[in-house]
Structures are given as C-alpha cells and as structure tokens.
C-alpha cells in the first residue's frame, strides 16, 4: 500500500497497548464526526467573533481615526452627541477601545430605534452613525445562540462535552504526546500529510481546547443552574433574579440629573475605575461599568448604580470582593475569548480558534477516508450524511435570519447596513456554508464508493481485489 494507515501511526506498536487504545481511537473518530459539523460551525464563529470589533474597524471608515493629543472626556463625548442630536435620548456612552478607535454613543430616536454615533475622541468630531447591527453584534449572538433563543444557546454549549471528550479521548490514544510537539514525519501521500498535521496542531492546541472546552461547559452549567436551580441569574442587577437584587425603577429621563453631574459622582465614588461604559438607563439606572486592577474579569465585575435624579449610590461592586464562584464566573468570558490582554491576546486566541476549526475539518476529512475502506460501514455513513446535511441546512438557514428580520424593518425605521459589513457578513456566510456543504458531499461521495464496492462483490469480484480498489481509491 501507498502508506501507512493511520490507525497504525497513531496508536501505539506493542499488541497490548493497541488493543487499549483502539476503543479510545474509535470514541475519538465518532466524537468528531457526529459533532464535527456544529463543532466547526461553533469554533469557526466564535474565532470571528474574537475580532469582531476589530474587524468592524476595517470595514467602516467612521470607526478609525487619527491620534492626536489628549483624549476627551466621557463627559465631553456625550455634550458632542447631545449637540449634534438634540433630540435624541442617548442611551450609552462608550469609551474608544484603542487609541485609534473612535468612541461609540448608542442613541434612540424618531427615525431609528437604535444606532450607533461614532466621535473623534480627540477633536470630538461626529464620524458617521451606523444601525445596531453590525459585525460585532451579528457573531456575538450567531456565536451565542445562532439567533435560536434558548436552544441554540444549549445546542452551542453543549458542544462542549464532544469537544471535551474528544480532548481526552485523543490523550488515551496518542501515547507520549507531550514529547511530539516538533515531530512530524514525511508523507508521501495528501491524506498522510494531514493526518499528520492533524496530530500536530492538536498536540499544540491542547491547552486551547481546555481553555474553550471548560469555559463552554459552565456557561451551559450556569444556565442549567440558573434555570432548573436557584433562578439566580448575576450576583448583582437590577433584575429580581440576582443575590443582590436591586429594585427595578421607571425612568423618566425629564427628571435625570445631568450626564456630567451623574459621571462626576460616579467618579468620586470609585476613582479606582477606568471607565469603559455608562449607561442612562439601566433598568432604571445611571449605571457605569470598566476595568481596575484584578485580574482577568469582565467590565462589570467593577459597576456602580446611582440614582438618575438624586446621584444617590445604590450600590457599588468591587471585583476583588467577590466569592469564588462569582469571580470565576466574571472570568469566563475573557478566557473564553482572550479579550484579557488587549490586541495581542485576540490575536493569539484568534489563531488558535483557526486551528481547532482546523481540527473538525481535517478530522472528519480523515474519518471519511478510513470509513471509504470499509463497506461494512455503509449504513453509518449514509446516516451519518444525512444528519450532517439537516444540520447544515438548520445553521444556514438561522444564520440569515437577522438579515431577514432587518428586511422586513420599515425604511424609515432604520439606517442601511453600512455596505462593509453587509460585505463581509455575506462573504463569511457564504464561505461558511461552502465548507459545511462540502461535508455532506464529502460523506455522500464516501457512501457511494462503499455501494459501489458492494455491489461489485455481490457481482462475484473477489474480496481481495474489491479491498484493493477501495484501498486505491481511499488513498
């Protein structure tokens, strides 16, 4: 034969340690192809979704600007937006997330519900406006529920365990791993190629899998106890469902304290905060999150909530007095999408998240070729298909609901998706759509290569030169 099968390369020589690991083997291969499709569809989202922001940068031009000199106050950047929006209710401030990134105002108005005001940070110049949908909130809630509701949620969490479970599978199986972190032997063939590069890049993915694996396990852990448990939902909001409830209010903007009023008590207050976010009405309200120095956690580990008509502090969260459980649970979201070190972290979580797309594809794609050799495997392949191709077809059809949603919005409701990101959500769907299709021809094109074998041996061909034409055509 042209190669070395793969099943021989990965597990170990001696006869005992084979036959262990051969089971690890098979709970490996079947893992990753049962769940390779949503597994791919997941990690390829949420790898996008680690940039969004970044990547909203690149495609609107209101988004960049220049440095120059000191940055403007929150304050200032509000007294620009309220200048240049008389009449609109300005629901949120936003600090720039980068020294050449523009601040983003959420405003509400007659014409549109809500969008986005870009301002020069520096000269407090308006840039543009664009509508709330944008690359950013398109991958974090195709990446979060695939636009489902509770049950993408689940299905997106639950992708987890095969995740999990192919991490553990594969550490049975693959013997010394931790001494094959530059090895990668001469292939002669495509599918030996891969297969060793498969090896490889999950060797060095490891860390990376634990990391997305765990974290999306305790969000489906947190739902579950959320829901089904003590039906709490934060440790502190303005929502009934939190430790610390606090009391929901109507707000009534006409009796708010001015922003700037509101922000310097706010400051006074926790001087400690770098600021990253205000809301005017949070449930009722004035409501300020960011960042101080713990370590890893999420911006409203740290927040404040006053009083929009008195400046009274309500209450004041500070991350470091937070129990274990509440402080691994404001973690998770900066592990999960490496947003903890600015842009190099991104970029480093960005890579990784390729490679463990990588990983559900190639791992499928070897699958595939072992299962072609076996026409014993015929009626698992068919179903297998089938499954893939009623998946495939659920995830592209949600992910084109919010376009479809934003269609049926009237005109005079809402600005146009800026033609950058309608652009690049179109070219990311398309190029995701092409690759989960061509799974299921891929199985599909399997399958008929194990009839046709079949049928050739029903036909009277002999088992051996039906097992060499297989083989031929496998490799």
């Known amino acids: 034969m042209a190669e070395i099968d793969i099943t021989t390369q990965t597990i170990a020589v001696s006869k005992p340690e084979k036959k262990s690991a051969r089971p690890w083997f098979d709970w490996h291969s079947w893992l990753g192809v049962l769940s390779g499709l949503l597994l791919f569809v997941v990690c390829w989202g949420g790898t996008f979704a680690t940039l969004s922001h970044e990547l909203d940068w690149l495609v609107n031009p209101a988004q960049r600007v220049a440095v120059s000199g000191e940055l403007r106050s929150l304050e ?38 809500r969008k986005r005001v870009y301002i020069d940070p520096y000269t407090l110049e308006i840039r543009g406006e664009a509508p709330f949908l944008n690359i950013q909130r398109y991958l974090r809630d195709f990446h979060r529920r695939l636009f489902t509701g509770s049950f993408g949620f689940y299905l997106i969490c639950l992708a987890s365990l095969p995740l999990l479970g192919s991490l553990i599978t594969s550490l049975y199986f693959y013997k010394r791993w931790w001494r094959r972190f530059f090895e990668f032997k001469s292939a002669r063939t495509v599918r030996s190629f891969v297969s060793n590069l498969h090896r490889l890049s999950g060797v060095w993915a490891l860390w990376f899998v634990v990391i997305i694996s765990v974290t999306g396990a305790w969000y489906l852990f947190e739902r579950v106890r959320s829901i089904y448990g ?141 299962l072609s050799r076996n026409a014993r495997q015929k009626t698992k392949a068919i179903y297998t298909a089938a499954s893939l191709g009623f998946v495939s077809l659920w995830l592209i059809l949600n992910a084109l609901s919010p376009f479809l949603a934003y269609w049926k919005t009237p005109a005079s409701q809402s600005l146009p998706i ?44 002999s088992s051996d030169s039906l097992n060499k034409n297989i083989a031929t055509r496998g490799n």
């Open 76 to 113: 200032d950047l509000y007294e620009a937006t309220l200048n240049a929006y008389p009449n609109a209710q300005i629901q949120a401030v936003n600090a720039p997330r980068y020294a050449n990134f523009a601040a983003e105002v959420v405003i509400s108005d007659m014409n549109s519900p």
């Open 230 to 370: 003590d039906e709490v939902f934060a440790y502190s909001d303005a929502i009934p469902s939190a430790v610390i409830p606090i009391p929901m209010l109507d707000y009534e903007s006409k009796n708010a304290m001015p922003f700037t009023a509101l922000l310097k008590i706010a400051r006074e207050e926790r001087p400690d905060i770098e600021i990253a976010s205000v809301s005017t009405n949070r449930n009722g309200y004035f409501y300020v999150v960011g960042q101080t120095d713990n370590l890893m956690v999420r911006n409203r580990a740290n927040k404040i909530y006053l009083m929009p008509n008195t400046g009274e502090v309500i209450y004041s969260q500070y991350g470091e007095d937070l129990n274990p459980y509440w402080y691994w649970s404001n973690m998770a979201d900066p592990l999960h999408f490496g947003n903890f070190g600015g842009l190099i972290s991104k970029l480093i979580w960005f890579f990784f998240g390729l490679l463990l797309s990588f990983l559900s594809l190639s791992g499928v794609w070897l699958f595939a070729k072992r």
């Open 418 to 461: 800026l033609p950058g990101v309608s652009g690049f959500l179109y070219s990311w769907l398309i190029i995701t759509s092409l690759i989960c299709l061509s799974w299921i021809y891929l199985f599909f094109t399997n399958s008929k290569e194990i009839a046709t074998g079949l049928s050739l041996r029903f036909k009277g061909v």
